[in-house]
C-alpha cells in the first residue's frame, strides 16, 4: 500500500477499511456485530469452517479464531481474540482459506502452509492426526528433472480434501474422498499429487463443498478440440446412439460410463444408461409434486423427472432381461405420476425418502441401477404390476421413457438458434394429456400460473437439454447439433415450415456475433470464455451433471458453457456460479431453499432469483445456505440471504420464509467488498466511505457490470435478429453491418472482462493504480475508437436508412424494448433514428469514466502520483469522448450531404470511411480564369479534393495535394494555390476570412490523411499538438493520368513539392519498374528498372546510378537475350569503361568485351575474348569494330601485332607463330598476308619478298632465301622478336577510362587539375552513400568490412610540416585499407584494374609472347595510380625522393663483403627512398600475381626444365659430396648438427641436413609476392648461412665472395625452387632501380649467379 503511505487522504481512509463484522446463519433480522477481540488492522480476506476462522490482514498476517482443538495451550483452544499465527510471521501470506476443521495459507512466493484436523490427511502430513501449527507443504513436480518446487496461485478447502492451483494453473489435491480427482483408491494422500485430467488445461479458480469440488477452466481456443471418439474407453459402449421410436429418431450423446467416473479427455459423458435407485426417483416425483408455489402440469412434471432425477430406467440392451420388472415400474411410475398425492408433511417425507436413497447408494456406489425396488411410501396400486396405460397416455409415456433413455438428448429437426429441448418438441403433440394432468394433479393452478410455468420452462430449456462432457467444448453446439440432425425426418411433420425457416435463417448469420477475442485482453483481464467442471460426491446433485453419481475425475458442466462464469462458491451439498452477466446459476441441494429459486433440488445448473432488478456481484456458499452480494440503485451493496433460518422466539414457523432475503441491517454497516460463509456463522468485510473513494469505485463498478448486461441484451435481442434479416440491401452495407456487429461484440467482451476485473478488484487491496482502465487505458480506447469507426462508416452509407425497410416488422414489435434500452422516451422518434441511438449509445460510457475517475482523483492529494495519474486519465477519456462525439456529427453531416448530391456521382465517390469537410457551395471558392459559363464545385473530403463540373469529376488525394497561400505581391488576394503532381491551380475566395479558413481546413485535412489518424484520438504520444501546416516533405501512393511518360503508372514513395523526390517505387502497367532513388520528379541515384521483353518472355534488368531520368553512372544491365553489361552509362548510353558479357551461360559465354565505351559503341581501348574461335583482341576499337594497332593471341599459339581497320588485320603486322617462325610485313586480311614482307625461320634463315596467302593454307612467295653465317654474332638472330611491342597499344594509353573515371569521382575534370579539399569531400560522400546503400541491401557487410569502412572516414593529416617516415607510414596504411574496399574510389579503380588485368592475361591471354606487355602494363599502373596518391597527398614527394630520417640510425653491422660499415646512402632501406613501387606494389601486386607469374613460367619454360634437371640430378648426393663437388671449402662445412636439441656428427652419409635453416629459409621466396619482400628472403638466407659458419668456426671473419658463392650455390641446390628463373625475373624486372647497387641488389646479383651456374653445371 505504498500509495496510501504517500497519500494522506488514503492514510485516513485505511484506518476504515477491511473492518470485520460477524453475525449467525439462519437469523432474518439479526445485526452483525464486530469480531469479538479484534484490534484496528485492515483485513483484506476471511475464510470460515464449521467452527473456527481465519483473518488475513493487510501485512500478510495470519489470524485464527473460533473453536481451534489442534492447538497444543489449553488457553488457546477457544481464544477470546483472534490469535497471530507465529508460524507464518515474517511470511508475507497472500490468501487463505478454511475446510470444515483445517486451514491453509499460501505465500507470495508461492509456498503452501496447512494446519488443523488432519484425520484424512486434508493438511498433508502423514500419520499426525492433528497439525497445531502452520506446516509448509512441498508441492513438487515429479515429471520435470530435477523436482521443481510448484508455485501456488490459490487454495480451496473441503471437509477432507484441499486443492492448491498452481502458477501454471494446474490443480494439485490431497486428502481423502473421490473429490480429490485422482486416479488412485489408496487414501488418505498426503503427498499433492497434479489432478491429470485437467493438465494442459488453463484452471482460473478451484472451490471446495464437503464432498466435491469445483474448478473454472478457461475454454480452449477452437482449434484445440479435439475429435469425439466413438466409443466409451471404459465399456466399449458406443458414445452416441440413435434411436428409432414411432413417428420420431432419438439421438442421443449421453452416454454414462458403468463405473460413474469421467471420462477420459475429448469423449462425450453422459449418464442417462445407468438408473439411480428407485428411491431416489421416488423422492423426487414426490417432491415435485409437492411443490407449492409453481405447481407444473403433467407433461413438464413428466419431463422434470426424467431430466433432471434421472428416473429412466432403461438399461443398455444387454440388461433389458436381467430386469423387466425395473422397466415395468419406471413406465407405470411416469404414468401414473399425476395422481401421487403429496404428504402431509413435507420435512417427514424428505427425511425418509433421503434414507431410502443413501442406503441404496451405500449398497451398490457404482451400479445403483441392480439395487431391488424398493415399496413405495404412497397409498396407490403396487408399482410392480402392469396396468394397461390409455392409448393418450402411452403416446405421452412412449415419448418420456425415449426422453429418459437420455437425458438431453439431441432431437431431430431442433433447428432454431439454441436447438428445441424435449419440452418444446412434446409441445406438438395432444394436449389431452395435459389437460387430464392438470385436473387430477394441479386443480390450483389456473391459466396464468400454466403460463408462466410454461414461459419459466422455456427459459431453462437449454440448460436442461444439455449434458456433461468430457473435455469437449461445445460452444459449437448450434453448428454442430444442427448439422448432426438434418438427416433425421422423424419430427419434420410436426414442425411448422416457417419456424424451420426462420431458424435455418438464424443460423446462417450467427457467426458474426462470435466475440473476437482479443489475446491481448485475454492475458491482461479475466477471461469470460470459462467452462465448469466438477467432480467428487453428488448424491444431492451438487456436481450438476443431471444425475446423483459420484464422479472420480473432473468433468465439464456442458449447460454452463457459454454463460461467461467468473466465480464459483460450494457450500456443504450445493454449488453456486457467478456469471459476468451478473447472474446466479444454482444446483445440488435445497432442503432450505439455499440455491435461491425453488424448494426442490436440482441436478442440472438453474437461474437463481435473488433480485429481479439487480446484478449480483459476489458469491458465498455455506453449509446449507447461500450469501449474495447484489448492486444497488445507491451503488451501495446489498446483501442477500438464502437458506436455513432459525424461527425467533415469539415468531411462528411460517414467518421466515424460504425465499432469499436481503439482510437490511448488514447494509447499515456500510460498503462490504467481500463476504465469508461458514456453517453457523457469516462474516462481512467492510469498508467505510472516507472522502467517497470507496463510493467512486463501487460506482464504477456497478455501472460497469449494468452496462455490461446492456450491451449483451442489445446483441442478443437487437443486433442478432437484425443480422437474420432476409434482404438487408447490397454486399457493401451487410458487410458494414457484420462489421459493426464484429466491433460491438469485441468492446462487450472487453466490458464483460473489465466488469468480473473491477469485481475482484473490490476484494482486494483497491489501490487506485492497479485500475484496468487506467493500467490498459489502450485496450479500452482502441476498442471504443475501433467500434466507433464502424457505426460511422455505416452510418455514412445509409445503413440505418437501408435497415428501415426489412427490419420494420421487428422494429415495430420490439418498439418498447428499443426504446428501453436506448433510453428515449419520445414516442414521435422514428424507429430507425432510436436505432441509430442506441448503437451510439456505448460511446456515452467514456464520459463516464471520465467522469468517476476525476471522482477518485480528488481523494488524493494534488501532488501525488495517483492524482496525476487518474487526472491524465480521466482527461484522456473526456478527450476521446469529445472526438468520437465529432466523428458523430461528421458522419451525420457526410449523410446529409450525400442525400443533397447529385445521384450519378454518388456511387463512385461515396465511400464508407469518406467524410465531408467542407464544400464550396456553402463557402464560396472558385477557380481563377474559369470560363464564364464552366460550373466549378469543390468538394474536400477528408481523403481527397474533388472538383466537380457539370458531369464530371475530378479527385485530388490529400496525400499528394499541397496547398499554399499566394502572397499579396502577386495580385490575387485571396488565392490560394494549390499543387499535385500533375496539375497546379489557383482557387480564389470570396473574403480573406474563407481564405483563411479554407487554407486551414485542407491543410488540417492533409495532415490528418498523412498521419492516418483521422480515426483515431489525439490521445496518442505527440500527435495532440496540431501542426500549423502539412510538411512539404512526404511518403504517399499516388496514380499517375495525365503525363504521356508516366500515364497509369503507379507511383509510391516520398514527395516534395509535388514531385517524387527520394525513395520510391515506380511501376507503369506495361509491366515497367523502377525501383530507387528520384529527384525532382526524376530518376536520380541508385536504383533498379525492369523492363518487359515480351519476346523473349523475360526482363531486361538494370540495377544502377540514375541522373535526371536516364541512366548515368555505374551500373549493371542484364538483357533479356542474356548480355550482362557491368560499367558505366550516360544518357541511357554505355559511356566510359565497361564489360560485356554475351551468350547465354555468363559462366561460359561465347565472347566478353572488356574496354571504353563512346555513345553505346566500343570505342577506344579494350580486350575481346571470342571464346567460340579461340582468339583474343587486346587493342583500340571504333564504332564498334577494332580499328587501330592491336595485338590478337589464339589458343594455338598465334601472336599477331599490328594494324586493324574495319575488324580486320590490314597493314603493317608481325605474326609469330609457337614454333618461333616470324613474318612481318604486309597484311590484307585476318592471317592474310599480302605485299612486302620477311618470313624468319627458327634456325635464323629468312626470305624476303611478296608473299600472298592466308597463313596455314599455303602461301605464295616471289623472293630471296638468306642462309646466316654460322660465324655471325648471335645477337642478330632473335632481330624480330626485339620488335616485338612497337607495333601494340602503349601501356599508358590502355584502359585511360577506368583512370579517368576515378578522377571524375574525386572532382577533377583531367588527371591532376582539380581542388584536394573537393576530393577528399567526394570521397566522404561516396564511402557515406556506398554505405548507406549497402545497409537497405541484402548483403551484409562483415564485421572487419565495417571497420575498415569507418577508420577510412578519418582523413590522415597530411598537410604541414617536414614530410616524415611516419606520415610515409600513414598514408601506406590508408591507402592499404583503401584499396581494401570496392566503396572507396581508389579500392574501386584497383578492383577494375584486377578485373581488367585478368580479363587481358588468363586464358588464351597466357601467352608467354605477351609478357613484356603485361609488365609494361604494370609498370603504368603504378605510375598513374602514384599520380592519383600524390594528387590526394601533395605533400608526398616525387619519385625517388629521399625521405630525411627523423630518429636514430639504428647500430651499423658489419657488411658481408667488405669490411667496411653499411652506409644508408650507398644502400638505404626501402621505405625511406619514395618510389610508386615500394609504396603500391604491396597492395596491387598480390592481386594481379597470378597472371602475372603464369606469363613468367611460360616465357622461361625451356631454360627452367635444364635448371630443374640439373637440380634434381646434383640432390642425389649426400651433403658432404654435393659440398665437396660445389667446392665449398672444408672450414665451412657443418661438423656438428643440431636435431631437437641434440648434437649430432655429420656423417657420410647425412642429406639435406646442413644448411637447412638457411635452405628452408630460402624457399619463402616462393610465398611471396612483392620484388622488395622477395630480396629480404634472400637478405635473410645470407644472414641464415653467416650464422650456420660462425657457429662452426667460432670466430669473426669476413666472406669473400669466392668463399661465399659455393656455399649459396649449396643452398639454392638444396632449395629445389622449381620456377627460380620466372622468381629472378620478376624481381629483375619489377625491383626499384635504387636497390641494384644496394646490398641487396649484390645478394640478388649473386642468385642471379647461381641460377645460370646450375643450368651450366649440366656440362660438367
Not at 458442466?557 to 461467461?564: A, I, M, N, R, T
Not at 479527385?955 to 490560394?976: A, C, D, K, R
Request: with cysteine.
Amino acid at each position: 500500500m505504498d500509495s496510501q503511505e504517500r497519500s494522506s487522504a488514503e492514510a485516513e481512509g485505511a484506518k476504515e477499511r477491511g473492518l470485520v463484522h460477524v453475525w449467525q446463519a439462519g437469523f432474518c433480522s439479526i445485526t452483525p456485530e464486530r469480531l469479538p477481540g479484534w484490534g484496528g488492522k485492515t483485513v483484506l480476506q476471511a475464510a470460515l469452517g464449521v467452527n473456527h476462522g481465519v483473518l488475513l490482514t493487510e501485512g500478510g498476517e495470519v489470524y485464527s479464531f473460533g473453536n481451534l482443538p489442534w492447538r497444543t495451550e489449553p488457553g488457546e483452544i477457544c481464544p477470546r481474540s483472534p490469535l497471530l499465527e507465529n508460524a507464518l510471521v515474517g511470511q508475507h501470506v497472500i490468501t487463505v482459506a478454511t475446510g470444515s476443521f483445517h486451514s491453509g495459507a499460501v505465500t507470495e512466493n508461492g509456498m503452501v502452509y496447512m494446519w488443523g484436523q488432519n484425520s484424512a490427511g486434508q493438511c498433508a502430513v502423514a500419520d499426525q492426526h492433528y497439525v497445531p501449527e502452520p506446516t509448509p507443504i512441498s508441492i513438487s513436480d515429479s515429471e520435470t528433472s530435477p523436482l521443481l518446487s510448484v508455485r501456488i496461485l490459490q487454495l480451496a478447502c473441503g471437509e477432507e480434501h484441499t486443492l492448491a492451483l498452481s502458477i501454471s494453473r494446474e490443480i494439485w489435491a490431497w486428502g481423502t474422498g473421490c473429490q480429490l480427482g485422482l486416479i488412485t483408491t489408496t487414501f488418505p494422500v498426503t503427498k499433492p499429487q497434479k489432478v491429470e485430467h485437467l493438465a494442459g488445461r488453463v484452471v482460473l479458480q478451484v472451490a471446495c463443498g464437503d464432498s466435491h469440488s469445483l474448478a473454472l477452466v478457461q475454454c480452449l481456443p477452437s482449434q484445440d478440440v479435439k475429435p469425439v471418439p466413438e466409443r466409451c474407453n471404459h465399456c466399449s459402449q458406443l458414445l452416441i446412439t440413435m434411436t428409432d421410436k414411432e413417428d420420431h429418431v432419438i439421438i442421443s450423446d449421453s452416454h454414462c460410463c458403468p463405473l460413474g467416473v469421467a471420462l477420459s479427455h475429448a469423449q462425450a459423458e453422459s449418464h442417462d444408461t445407468i438408473t439411480p435407485s428407485t428411491g431416489e426417483s421416488l423422492e423426487s416425483k414426490n417432491l415435485s409434486e409437492s411443490q407449492g408455489g409453481d405447481k407444473k402440469t403433467l407433461r413438464e412434471n413428466g419431463l422434470s423427472v426424467s431430466s433432471e432425477v434421472d428416473v429412466a430406467n432403461i438399461q443398455p440392451v444387454k440388461n433389458e432381461a436381467a430386469h423387466p420388472e425395473q422397466e415395468i415400474a419406471g413406465n407405470t411410475d411416469i404414468s401414473i405420476l399425476g395422481n401421487v398425492p403429496s404428504f402431509p408433511d413435507n420435512h417427514v417425507e424428505k427425511e425418509c425418502l433421503q434414507k431410502l436413497s443413501d442406503d441404496s447408494l451405500q449398497g451398490h456406489p457404482e451400479t445403483s441401477g441392480h439395487v431391488e425396488v424398493a415399496q413405495p411410501l404412497t397409498e396407490e396400486p403396487n408399482p410392480n404390476l402392469p396396468s394397461p396405460p390409455t392409448t393418450t397416455t402411452s403416446a405421452l409415456n412412449s415419448l418420456v421413457v425415449s426422453c429418459a433413455s437420455a437425458v438431453g438428448v439431441r432431437v431431430a429437426a431442433t433447428y432454431e438458434a439454441g436447438a428445441l429441448s424435449l419440452k418444446k418438441v412434446m409441445n406438438f403433440y395432444s394436449i389431452a394429456p395435459c389437460e387430464s394432468g392438470l385436473q387430477s394433479g394441479h386443480a390450483s393452478l389456473g391459466p396464468e400460473g400454466l403460463k408462466d410455468s410454461r414461459e419459466e420452462q422455456v427459459k431453462l430449456e437449454s440448460m436442461q437439454g444439455k449434458k456433461s462432457s468430457s473435455l469437449v467444448d461445445i460452444r459449437e453446439e448450434e453448428s454442430e447439433g444442427v448439422s448432426r440432425r438434418l438427416s433425421l425426418p422423424g419430427l419434420l411433420s410436426q414442425v411448422s415450415p416457417r419456424l424451420l425457416r426462420k431458424a435455418a435463417r438464424a443460423k446462417t448469420r450467427t457467426v458474426v456475433l462470435t466475440p473476437t477475442y482479443s489475446g491481448e485482453a485475454d492475458a491482461l483481464l479475466p477471461s469470460l470464455r470459462t467452462e465448469v467442471w466438477t467432480w467428487g460426491k453428488g448424491k444431492e446433485g451438487q456436481l450438476g451433471h443431471g444425475d446423483v453419481l459420484p464422479r472420480l475425475q473432473p468433468l465439464c458442466v456442458k449447460c454452463l458453457d457459454g454463460k461467461e462464469v467468473i466465480q464459483l462458491a460450494a457450500g456443504g451439498h450445493h454449488s453456486l456460479a457467478l456469471t459476468a452477466k451478473s447472474q446466479v446459476y444454482s444446483w445440488g441441494s435445497n432442503t432450505f431453499g439455499q440455491l435461491g429459486h425453488s424448494d426442490s433440488p436440482t441436478t442440472v445448473p438453474r437461474l437463481a432469483k435473488v433480485c429481479n432488478e439487480n446484478g449480483i456481484w459476489s458469491i458465498s456458499a455455506g453449509q446449507d445456505y447461500s450469501l449474495f452480494l447484489v448492486d444497488t440503485d445507491d451503488f451501495q451493496p446489498g446483501l442477500y440471504y438464502s437458506g436455513r433460518q432459525e424461527p425467533i422466539e415469539g415468531d411462528s414457523p411460517s414467518t421466515c420464509t424460504k425465499t432469499t432475503t436481503l439482510l437490511v441491517s448488514c447494509s447499515k454497516l456500510g460498503y462490504i467488498s467481500s463476504v465469508t460463509a461458514g456453517k453457523d456463522r457469516c462474516l462481512a468485510l467492510v469498508d467505510k466511505n472516507i472522502m467517497g473513494y470507496i463510493a467512486s469505485l463501487h460506482e464504477l463498478a456497478t455501472t460497469e457490470r449494468r452496462f455490461y448486461s446492456k450491451l449483451s441484451d442489445m446483441k442478443s435481442q437487437i443486433l442478432r435478429p437484425l443480422l437474420g434479416l432476409e434482404n438487408l440491401g447490397t454486399t457493401t452495407t451487410v458487410q458494414l453491418l457484420q462489421e459493426v456487429a464484429s466491433r460491438f461484440s469485441k468492446l462487450c467482451y472487453l466490458i464483460g472482462q473489465h466488469g468480473a476485473s473491477l469485481s475482484s478488484f473490490l476484494h482486494g487491496i483497491k489501490e487506485a493504480r492497479s485500475l484496468a482502465i487506467l493500467k490498459h487505458a489502450s485496450l479500452f480506447l482502441d476498442s471504443y475508437t475501433e467500434y466507433c469507426t464502424s457505426i460511422t462508416n455505416f452510418v455514412v452509407m445509409g445503413g440505418f436508412q437501408l435497415l428501415a425497410k426489412p427490419a420494420i416488422d421487428f422494429l415495430n414489435k420490439n418498439q418498447e424494448l428499443l426504446q428501453d434500452l436506448s433510453e428515449v422516451n419520445d414516442e414521435n422518434i422514428q424507429l430507425v433514428e432510436v436505432l441509430n441511438t442506441l448503437f451510439f449509445l456505448p460511446l456515452r460510457r467514456l464520459h463516464n469514466y471520465a467522469r468517476v475517475l476525476l471522482k477518485l482523483a480528488t481523494c488524493f492529494e494534488v501532488t501525488s502520483p495517483e492524482y496525476q495519474k487518474l487526472q491524465d486519465s480521466s482527461s484522456c477519456y473526456e478527450t476521446l469522448a469529445l472526438h468520437l462525439g465529432r466523428k458523430r456529427k461528421e458522419a451525420e453531416c457526410t449523410l446529409g450531404f450525400w442525400k443533397t448530391f447529385p445521384g450519378k456521382m454518388t456511387d463512385s465517390l461515396r465511400k464508407p470511411e469518406r467524410r465531408l469537410i467542407c464544400e464550396s457551395s456553402n463557402r464560396a471558392l472558385s477557380l481563377q480564369h474559369a470560363g464564364r459559363f464552366s460550373v466549378n464545385w469543390f468538394i474536400l473530403f477528408n481523403d481527397s479534393l474533388v472538383h466537380a463540373q457539370f458531369s464530371t469529376h475530378h479527385i485530388f488525394p490529400l496525400s499528394t495535394l499541397w496547398v499554399e497561400p499566394i502572397s499579396e505581391e502577386v495580385g490575387s488576394v485571396n488565392g490560394l494555390k494549390i499543387t499535385t503532381p500533375e496539375e497546379q491551380f489557383i482557387l480564389v475566395s470570396s473574403t480573406p476570412q474563407e481564405k483563411t479558413k479554407w487554407l486551414r481546413a485542407i491543410s488540417q485535412a492533409v495532415d490528418q490523411a498523412l498521419r492516418g489518424m483521422s480515426d483515431f484520438p489525439p490521445y496518442a504520444s505527440g500527435s495532440s499538438v496540431q501542426r500549423q501546416e502539412p510538411p512539404i516533405s512526404r511518403s504517399a501512393r499516388y496514380t499517375f493520368y495525365k503525363d504521356p511518360r508516366l500515364k497509369d503508372a503507379v507511383y509510391d514513395g516520398r514527395w516534395l513539392s509535388g514531385k517524387p523526390h527520394g525513395r520510391g517505387t515506380l511501376k507503369w502497367t506495361d509491366g515497367k519498374m523502377y525501383s530507387g532513388m528520384f529527384r525532382n520528379g526524376l530518376e536520380d541515384g541508385y536504383g533498379e528498372y525492369k523492363i518487359p521483353n515480351k519476346a523473349l518472355n523475360k526482363d531486361d534488368h538494370y540495377v544502377g546510378y540514375w541522373k535526371e531520368g536516364k541512366m548515368c553512372g555505374q551500373g549493371v544491365y542484364s538483357y533479356a537475350n542474356g548480355e550482362v553489361y557491368e560499367g558505366c552509362f550516360q544518357d541511357n548510353m554505355r559511356h566510359g569503361h565497361g564489360l560485356l558479357r554475351s551468350g547465354k551461360l555468363t559462366s561460359s559465354s561465347p565472347s566478353m568485351f572488356i574496354g571504353q565505351w563512346v555513345m553505346d559503341k566500343k570505342s577506344g581501348y579494350g580486350v575481346f575474348d571470342d571464346i567460340t574461335r579461340g582468339e583474343k583482341y587486346m587493342g583500340m576499337w571504333h564504332d564498334d569494330m577494332c580499328q587501330g594497332n592491336g595485338v590478337v593471341v589464339t589458343q594455338f599459339g598465334l601472336y599477331y601485332e599490328g594494324t586493324f581497320s574495319l575488324n580486320k588485320m590490314m597493314g603493317t603486322g608481325i605474326l609469330l607463330s609457337e614454333d618461333d617462325t616470324v613474318y612481318e610485313g604486309e597484311f590484307s586480311d585476318d592471317w592474310t598476308l599480302n605485299g612486302k614482307g620477311t618470313l624468319t625461320m627458327p634456325n635464323g634463315d629468312y626470305i624476303e619478298g611478296l608473299f600472298n596467302g592466308e597463313w596455314g593454307s599455303g602461301i605464295k612467295i616471289t623472293g630471296t632465301y638468306f642462309k646466316p653465317s654460322l660465324y655471325e654474332s648471335e645477337k642478330d638472330r632473335p632481330k624480330a622478336l626485339r620488335k616485338l611491342g612497337n607495333l601494340a597499344v602503349p601501356a599508358d594509353e590502355k584502359w585511360k577510362a577506368v583512370f579517368e573515371e576515378c578522377w571524375h569521382q574525386l572532382g577533377c575534370e583531367s588527371p591532376g587539375q582539380g581542388e584536394v579539399w573537393k576530393a577528399w569531400d567526394n570521397i566522404a560522400v561516396a564511402l557515406t552513400t556506398n554505405r548507406r546503400q549497402h545497409r537497405d541491401s541484402p548483403e551484409i557487410l562483415s564485421r572487419s568490412h565495417t571497420q575498415t569502412l569507418e577508420s577510412l572516414e578519418f582523413i590522415p593529416q597530411h598537410v604541414g610540416g617536414a614530410f616524415t617516415v611516419e606520415k610515409y607510414d600513414e598514408i601506406k596504411k590508408y591507402l592499404i585499407k583503401a584499396c581494401d574496399t570496392p566503396l572507396h574510389p581508389l579500392g574501386r579503380l584497383i578492383e577494375t584494374l584486377v578485373a581488367v588485368y585478368r580479363m587481358t592475361y588468363v586464358g588464351v591471354g597466357a601467352n608467354r609472347r605477351l609478357l613484356q606487355e603485361a609488365v609494361k602494363e604494370i609498370q603504368s599502373y603504378l605510375k598513374r595510380i602514384f599520380q592519383l596518391v600524390r594528387f590526394l597527398f601533395p605533400d608526398l614527394p616525387e619519385e625517388g625522393s629521399t625521405i630525411p630520417l627523423s630518429v636514430p640510425r639504428p647500430q651499423e653491422r658489419r657488411s658481408f663483403c667488405t669490411g667496411k660499415s653499411d652506409s644508408r646512402s650507398e644502400s638505404p632501406e626501402p621505405g625511406y627512398v619514395v618510389t610508386s613501387s615500394g609504396l603500391l606494389l604491396p597492395v596491387l601486386l598480390p592481386r594481379l600475381y597470378p597472371p602475372l607469374f603464369m606469363l613468367y613460367a611460360l616465357e622461361n619454360d625451356r631454360e627452367e626444365d635444364i635448371y630443374w634437371e640439373c637440380v634434381l640430378r646434383l640432390n642425389k648426393q649426400p651433403d658432404t659430396a654435393l659440398l665437396s663437388f660445389l667446392g665449398v671449402q672444408k672450414k665451412f662445412w657443418p661438423v656438428t648438427l643440431s636435431v631437437f636439441g641434440d648434437s649430432k656428427k655429420v656423417l657420410p652419409t647425412t642429406k639435406d641436413a646442413c644448411f637447412a635453416s638457411a635452405v628452408e629459409c630460402l624457399q619463402q621466396i616462393s610465398t611471396t609476392f612483392t620484388p622488395s619482400d622477395k630480396l629480404k628472403v634472400i637478405q635473410q638466407t645470407f644472414e641464415e648461412i653467416s650464422q650456420n659458419v660462425l657457429a662452426t668456426l667460432q670466430e669473426d671473419f669476413l666472406w669473400s665472395m669466392d668463399d661465399l658463392f659455393p656455399v649459396f650455390l649449396y643452398v639454392v641446390l638444396r632449395a629445389r625452387i622449381r620456377n627460380l628463373g620466372s622468381e629472378v625475373h620478376l624481381i629483375e624486372d619489377l625491383m626499384d632501380p635504387y636497390l641494384q647497387h644496394g646490398e641487396q641488389g649484390i645478394m640478388f646479383t649473386t642468385l642471379k649467379a647461381c641460377y645460370y651456374q646450375i643450368q651450366r653445371e649440366k656440362l660438367n
